[in-house]
């Protein structure tokens, strides 16, 4: 029975965390108040577990404030909760990007971005137009993600820019700035969740005939 309730909870531990924007170490060159996105197509569903930051020195620690959302570019709307980074926070990937969980978004096909705004002089954000050398190393949780190119504006609120004048051009442009990311899993099956939970029922069921009969015996 013990195997049995493994089996159930491990569907739920399939799909490991997937950072799709992840930033090495000697990115950051510029000072860059404004809206920093970059774009991505959703091939296949996926859930949002976080949202996450550049850090530039790799300390973990952000000294100002940087506000990151997920924006749906075809709808024009915020669809993630906006994540404030101030503080000290665990780095993570490859050591210069810090995250905070969300509560599970599930991202349907289309188009989207990850928006940053705030960086500052004590956190750098990343341009391959200003020095950066590679830019984020991305990817795709083998296929379910198309990155399509970056996007920013002058504004200090978080706004979910559309434009990128002057920016490089494709494909160099889909991973040109070192600024928000995120973390992604599959999306879980239809009707996962309900098998689970039938499943949990029963092995109750099943556990407390096992003392019923131990009692009896």
Known sequence: MKAALLVLLSTFAVHASTIAYNDPAAQG????????????HVND??????????????SGTIAGTIQ????????????????TFHGSYTPAGFGFDVFQSIAPIILG???YEVDAVGFNSLDLNG??????????????????????????????????PTSC???????????????GTFTFTGAPEPGAFTACAFGLIALSVMARRTVRGRRSA
């Open 109 to 111: 096909i289309g188009n």
């Open 68 to 83: 990151v959302a997920i924006w749906n570019t075809d709808l024009n709307i915020q669809v993630t909760p906006t994540v």
């Open 29 to 40: 060159t510029q000072i860059f108040p404004g809206n920093l996105a970059l774009l991505f």
């Open 165 to 179: 004048i002057g920016c490089l051009t494709g494909p160099a442009n889909i991973n040109q700035f070192d600024a």
């Open 45 to 58: 569903p996926i859930t949002v577990t976080s949202l996450g930051v550049f850090n530039a020195n790799g």
């Open 127 to 160: 341009n391959k137009q200003t020095g950066s050398s590679t830019g984020t190393t991305l990817n795709s949780g083998g296929g379910v993600l198309t990155f399509t190119a970056a996007a920013f504006d002058n504004s200090t609120s978080l706004d979910g």
